[in-house]
């Protein structure tokens, strides 16, 4: 019986479209999770006839540095009839969709053993490239194309599950934010006749600190003054593990290891990075945190975390980037800034409302863990998957 195993490169060639008339403006990047994102690059004087039209059903790769990330960033274009991206990246398509689904490519290429043996052949390219060649010779087993369409629809059933749960997160965190700004931004949380504050004639008045009009009886202290500020710890790649406690920096999970940090939730402003530096996060439970990230410990008797968490989240933290040569915030600079800390029994049942929001939060994220780990079942299996009718 031969085996169902074939060359990549036997089903697929390579596109070079390029802007020519620029009629094509939505410029797309290419995400180590393999996923396109709009475009971060300054392309201002850029000529942008020279970059490449990706067209929908249509992949993108970079071969660079595969061995330094291990991974092969690769995605297929599905959200948009077309784009432009860079013209570094290699474009491709499937030469005949009804003997290779570009579907079924595409959960290929998200298998962690695909990366793994990209990394493997990329030790011996320039700054561990993946050699295109190399890349064409790498196979992957094809069903028929009947057991393909069955392979995809059970694996889109599962990821439609994890966007809806997603969704639902995304609504419940912009109903909690709401909920902020009406109480905290335009200062009307219920008095003590369950109105309005500012609205039914409740004081104000002028904070010099914050430079700015707030409730009376509120007050603006320093963030060193109601918390104590560290540094996660920055862990070497080879203590990672593939199960355990989440490694997270405050851009998310970078693997995991045998011990943690913090039993609890703690609240993170990444200090530096790529790009996001300032903005605030909340850690996993149980997490070990890197040096990305700085923590936030409150003193609880002085704010609640759900309000500080929102107030932190809505504030200009990226104001005080020190502006060198790499982006960053320092604990000190962080531990200086004023913040506004209202009267306790206010944060409370702000707090009360929140945690419910949380808790739903959570339970959605637990159900998406499942799902993602179902995901990862489908993808393992692929290898395992029957020949109904081997291509010759």
């Keep these: 019986m031969k085996s169902n195993y074939k060359k990549i490169g036997d089903f697929i060639e390579l596109v070079d479209e390029r802007n020519r008339d620029l009629r094509i403006t939505k410029l797309l990047g290419l995400s180590i999770t393999k996923e396109f994102i709009p475009s971060v690059a300054?392309?201002?004087g850029t000529n942008m006839s020279t970059y490449k039209i990706i067209r929908k059903g249509q992949f993108a790769c970079s071969?660079?540095?595969?061995?330094?990330?291990?991974k092969m960033p690769i995605a297929l274009l599905q959200e948009f009839d077309k784009a432009i991206i860079s013209q570094a990246y290699p474009v491709f398509q499937v030469i005949d969709e009804n003997l290779l689904l570009p579907e079924y490519l595409m959960m290929w290429f998200s298998r962690s053993e695909f990366d793994r043996h990209a990394c493997f052949l990329a030790v011996g390219g320039v700054r561990g490239s993946l050699e295109w060649g190399d890349f064409l010779e790498m196979e992957l087993p094809i069903p028929s194309f009947e057991k393909q369409h069955e392979i995809v629809a059970e694996y889109n059933t599962v990821v439609n599950r994890i966007k809806?749960?997603?969704?639902?997160?995304?609504?419940?965190?912009?109903?909690?934010?709401?909920?902020?700004?009406?109480?905290f931004v335009d200062f009307e949380f219920p008095n003590k006749e369950g109105k309005p504050y500012k609205s039914s004639g409740g004081k104000m008045v002028f904070n010099e600190e914050?430079?700015?009009?707030?409730?009376?009886?509120?007050?603006?202290?320093?963030?060193?003054?109601?918390?104590?500020?560290?540094?996660?710890?920055?862990?070497?790649?080879?203590?990672?593990?593939?199960?355990?406690?989440p490694i997270f920096s405050g851009y998310g999970?970078?693997?995991?290891?045998?011990?943690?940090m913090y039993e609890e939730s703690q609240i993170l402003v990444l200090c530096r990075g790529v790009s996001g530096t300032g903005e605030v996060r909340l850690?996993?439970?149980?997490?070990?945190?890197?040096?990305?990230?700085?923590?936030?410990?409150?003193?609880?008797?002085?704010v609640s975390r759900e309000y500080y968490f929102y107030y932190l989240k809505n504030d200009n933290l990226r104001s005080l980037d020190s502006g060198s040569a790499q982006s960053q915030i320092t604990s000190g600079d962080l531990g200086f800034h004023y913040t506004l800390i209202p009267q306790k029994g206010i944060q409370d049942i702000f707090g009360s409302h929140v945690i419910v929001v949380h808790e739903q939060l959570n339970i959605n994220e637990k159900s998406i863990k499942k799902l993602n780990d179902l995901k990862s079942l489908f993808?393992?299996?692929?290898?395992?998957?029957?020949?109904?009718?081997?291509?010759a």
């Design 42 to 44: 300054n392309t201002v």
């Design 63 to 70: 071969i660079m540095q595969v061995r330094r990330d291990k």
């Design 164 to 183: 809806l749960n997603e969704q639902l997160n995304q609504k419940l965190e912009e109903t909690a934010q709401a909920l902020y700004k009406h109480w």
């Design 210 to 245: 914050l430079e700015k009009q707030i409730p009376e009886r509120w007050e603006a202290k320093r963030i060193e003054d109601v918390a104590d500020l560290k540094y996660g710890k920055m862990l070497d790649s080879s203590l990672f593990l593939e199960s355990g406690y």
């Design 253 to 260: 999970i970078r693997g995991y290891y045998s011990s943690y």
């Design 283 to 302: 850690s996993p439970k149980q997490a070990h945190i890197t040096n990305l990230s700085i923590v936030v410990e409150i003193d609880k008797n002085s």
């Design 379 to 391: 993808l393992a299996k692929m290898t395992k998957v029957e020949l109904e009718k081997e291509i």
